[in-house]
């Protein structure tokens, strides 16, 4: 409503302005019409009724501004794609010495693209030059006097080339022995016919086809033993005759080439020529030809230099011509036209050939016949019946020009149409005789890529050979070192061996020396109680012999050192020591206690002495107990050694013959090495039955020849097979000798082993006791009730053992319900958290999120456009006050302030003065 009063309340004042509009541009059109009718010294320029000359200036220098900036951005672009096609020009164009160009059939599809290369490189060119002096050299130096391996020898030519030396040939030698042999004429015709002979089989077994159209290199046979040198020499060739092959093939492409160009010419008039005799015939008789041929055109791939060059019709945009440029091109057209006219005016040449000629000049007879036979002047004028004897005449005259005209147009309308039938076919010949060549180069491309490819498979060949030779050498040589580190480790395993013998031997003497001292101890025990009752003898004879039942069969030897230095002590168990010490020491100490059971006739010291004496003889009984099992750790140690050096010799032996394998074949993949061959394909049997013209291009061969082959291959296999089956035989029977021999050898060992355990072990009193007992048949001396102590203290123990297991698998199980349950709350938060999340992406504004991100970005262009004008505020301030600085100091100087002090004036009203005068 308020747009609408407002609309209302201006109208009148915006018709009235459009009114005022109005008339204004009625009066300067109408003073623009009168300064156009004025004189040319009244006239003023437009510019002069221009009411904004402001505003039109304004606009004029934007615009200006704007084509400036245009330019620029043009010219910078020109500039930059212009350096960029340079590079590219100058790294990928330039270099190349062949450019790739393919050939079209004309009027087809077959295409034919030669070969692309770039400039040798002058390194590669020396090196050929040295690889074929360094070949020709050493094959003039040494000539005919090679070895070759892979022939068969006699034994007697064998040993003749084992023994002929090596004779150096020299230039004059040669020259001396060819002018000797002149005269041997036969012999030099049979030299010649075996050279060619052994030219066409080297050739055969080259094992490429690059003879059929280069001149080979000297290639090192494929027979030959190749080092790492003669495989680089013959690689080097296999690469030159590649290239060889594709300058080859690019000749006889340009050849081609240059033919399509002189063909492409001749279609062009041919074609030319069917275009004019089409328009005789549609000028004369008012018809056509059956068919124009169309224009053959290059392809671009034929024309590889319109790659980098740019025509005028492929730029779709007009070229830019400023005024200047236009106002020059018109007056040299306005000149050429006017240099034509002259031209023509300035008949002089035509008329003096005319008059030289006597004209005489030659008019053409189709020409001729093209022009109709003027009527007589009475059959324009006059009736038929008004004819005189002379205009008959004229008319008859006229009916056989007539007459004529029509059979010579009749004549030159066969004349035409056999041109054209001679032209078209003229036309196909061509272009099928062309068609058929590029065809026959389309099939020698098929031939030299299948020579290049041999050549390629010659080189990949030569490099899997030396690469499977170095990787032989390599595994020969780790094989080596794997040999040198085992023969290490086994002087080391020596070493240990020889010390731990020693050990054994000092643990076997301190054993012996136990045993000894126990034996002594009887006797020193009937010593000390020699003046007592053979009654309490006896008595204490069992009181000493008394030992705690307890299973000390799981300690170690320092257990036992231990264990006996305590009971020789008297003291408490150690901290460290296994609860078998402690419970046996707490047995012992229990012993020590004088039981009831003991007479009182014994006194005191006897008591006393009779402990002392027993807890020796346990220590003895407990040393030898250490001894025994230190000295069959030592001998476990020792068996571990040996069997280690036994294993290490036994590596050492299977290396030795890997290393002799390899060697072995090695040198039979030298000797029968693997050779490429080009053979002929289609040589199939055909069946017997069928028409003649199936064996058309058969060579025919007798069944005998072909039975006779077969029963020569069939008895060479019999003898294969029967070799083969008495070599298998011969293995199995030597494999079946070295079983049993190793059966008898671990036999053998198992005895030796045995007789080792039983020579180490030591009989003690209780065990030759007991197999006295049991040689006897007497009843073992436990009693009942004893072994069913021992039995439940096992049972004790091991049910000791499982109740720790079953308490520490109760909480292991416990720790797991423990993780299950924290797992499943972990798995509800992270389900509760993915809802959540899921939750809120739905609930997602995305359109208010991007509203606050630009609102947060246009507010931060704000700050920074706020603290961009503040900085140049405080600039501009500081310009200001810089400013105001200069012109007081310039006002001082023109107009000086002398300084005065007032009689009322202190010291602070000064200092206040002087600050703001600074």
Not at 46 to 57: E, H, M, P, Y
Not at 432 to 445: E, P, R, T, V
Request: hydrophobic fraction near 35%; charge should be negative.
């Amino acid at each position: 409503m308020q747009l609408k009063e407002e609309e209302e309340e201006s109208r009148e004042q915006k018709t009235a302005i459009l009114n005022d509009f109005e008339e204004l541009r009625n009066k300067v059109k109408k003073l623009l019409d009168e300064n156009e009718a004025s004189t040319e010294i009244e006239k003023l320029p437009i510019a002069a009724f221009d009411l904004d000359i402001k505003g039109r200036d304004h606009k004029l220098k934007v615009g200006r501004d704007i084509c400036e900036n245009l330019r620029l951005e043009f010219e910078h672009n020109i500039n930059e794609t212009k350096r960029v096609s340079k590079w590219i020009r100058k790294n990928f164009w330039d270099p190349q010495k062949v450019v790739a160009k393919s050939l079209y059939a004309i009027f087809d599809e077959m295409e034919v693209v030669n070969y692309p290369s770039i400039a040798e490189d002058p390194d590669d060119v020396l090196f050929l030059k040295y690889i074929n002096f360094h070949k020709k050299t050493a094959y003039s130096v040494l000539e005919n006097d090679r070895f070759e391996p892979w022939k068969i020898y006699t034994e007697q030519e064998l040993q003749m080339e084992a023994s002929k030396k090596h004779n150096i040939y020299r230039e004059q030698d040669k020259r001396i022995h060819l002018l000797m042999n002149d005269w041997e004429l036969e012999d030099k015709e049979e030299d010649l016919k075996r050279f060619k002979y052994e030219m066409e089989e080297r050739k055969a077994v080259n094992g490429t086809t690059t003879h059929r159209f280069i001149e080979s290199s000297p290639y090192y046979p494929q027979f030959g033993y190749y080092g790492f040198a003669q495989t680089k020499i013959n690689n080097r060739f296999f690469l030159h005759d590649c290239t060889k092959l594709r300058d080859f093939f690019n000749n006889k492409f340009n050849e081609i080439y240059a033919l399509k160009e002189r063909e492409m010419n001749v279609i062009r008039d041919r074609i030319e020529r069917i275009r004019y005799i089409d328009s005789e015939l549609n000028i004369m008789f008012n018809k056509h030809v059956p068919h124009v041929p169309t224009d053959p055109v290059w392809h671009w791939q034929e024309r590889p230099e319109s790659i980098i060059t740019v025509r005028r019709d492929e730029i779709k945009a007009k070229p830019y011509i400023s005024p200047s440029a236009m106002e020059i091109l018109m007056k040299q057209a306005a000149e050429e036209e006017r240099i034509r006219k002259l031209l023509l005016a300035d008949d002089f040449r035509e008329r003096a050939l005319m008059a030289m000629m006597n004209g005489v000049l030659e008019v053409r007879w189709e020409d001729i016949i093209k022009i109709d036979v003027p009527k007589p002047a009475c059959m324009l004028a006059k009736k038929p019946e008004d004819y005189t004897s002379e205009d008959i005449l004229a008319v008859k005259q006229y009916e056989k020009d007539v007459q004529f005209l029509k059979e010579e147009r009749e004549r030159y309308h066969r004349m035409l149409d056999a041109e054209y039938l001679k032209v078209m076919e003229q036309l196909k010949e061509g272009i099928d005789k062309f068609n058929g060549k590029l065809n026959n180069l389309f099939h020698m491309k098929m031939d030299i890529e299948a020579a290049i490819n041999q050549l390629y498979l010659r080189y990949v060949r030569g490099l899997l050979l030396v690469h499977h030779r170095i990787m032989t050498f390599e595994e020969e040589n780790s094989l080596k070192k794997r040999i040198a580190d085992k023969e290490d480790y086994e002087r080391e395993m020596d070493e240990h061996i020889k010390m731990f013998q020693n050990v054994h031997q000092k643990v076997t003497d301190k054993y012996t020396s136990l045993v000894s001292k126990e034996k002594a101890f009887a006797k020193k025990f009937k010593s000390e109680f020699y003046h007592m009752h053979k009654v309490q003898m006896e008595i204490l004879e069992r009181q000493c012999n008394r030992r705690p039942r307890v299973n000390l069969r799981n300690l170690e030897s320092s257990d036992f050192y231990e264990l006996a230095e305590d009971v020789l002590g008297g003291k408490g168990a150690r901290i460290y020591l296994p609860s078998e010490c402690k419970d046996y020491l707490r047995i012992l100490h229990n012993f020590d206690i004088r039981p009831v059971t003991v007479p009182p006739s014994i006194d005191a010291s006897n008591w006393e002495n009779l402990i002392r004496l027993r807890r020796a003889k346990i220590n003895l009984e407990l040393m030898i107990r250490g001894a025994q099992s230190e000295l069959m750790d030592v001998e476990a140690v020792l068996l571990g050694f040996e069997q280690k050096m036994e294993k290490c010799k036994i590596d050492m032996e299977d290396m030795k013959k890997d290393i002799v394998e390899k060697r072995m074949r090695q040198m039979m993949e030298d000797l029968d090495v693997e050779i490429q061959l080009v053979l002929k394909m289609g040589q199939v049997e055909i069946d017997l039955e069928g028409e003649l013209t199936d064996s058309k291009h058969a060579v025919l061969v007798s069944k005998t020849t072909i039975d006779s082959a077969n029963s020569y291959i069939r008895a060479a296999g019999e003898c294969k097979l029967k070799a083969l089956n008495n070599l298998l035989s011969f293995q199995r029977g030597t494999l079946l000798k070295q079983w049993q021999h190793m059966c008898r050898k671990k036999n053998l060992e198992d005895l030796k082993e045995d007789l080792r355990f039983t020579e180490s072990t030591t009989v003690t009193k209780e065990m030759q006791g007991y197999l006295k007992r049991k040689a006897k048949g007497l009843p073992d001396d436990k009693t009942p009730q004893q072994l069913d102590d021992d039995i439940e203290a096992v049972k004790r123990k091991f049910q000791k053992a499982l109740d720790e297991e079953r308490s520490r698998l109760e909480a292991v199980e416990k720790e797991i319900a423990n993780l299950k349950v924290k797992n499943e709350q972990l798995d509800r938060q992270i389900l509760e958290m993915n809802m959540a999340r899921c939750d809120m992406e739905l609930r997602r504004d995305i359109v208010g999120e991007e509203r606050q991100k630009e609102h947060l970005e246009r507010k931060v262009k704000m700050v920074m456009h706020r603290s961009a004008l503040v900085k140049k505020l405080q600039e501009n301030y500081a310009e200001l006050v810089e400013l105001q600085t200069e012109h007081e100091l310039l006002r001082l100087k023109r107009y000086p302030t002398f300084h005065f002090r007032m009689l009322d004036e202190n010291e602070e009203t000064r200092k206040n003065v002087r600050t703001n005068l600074c």
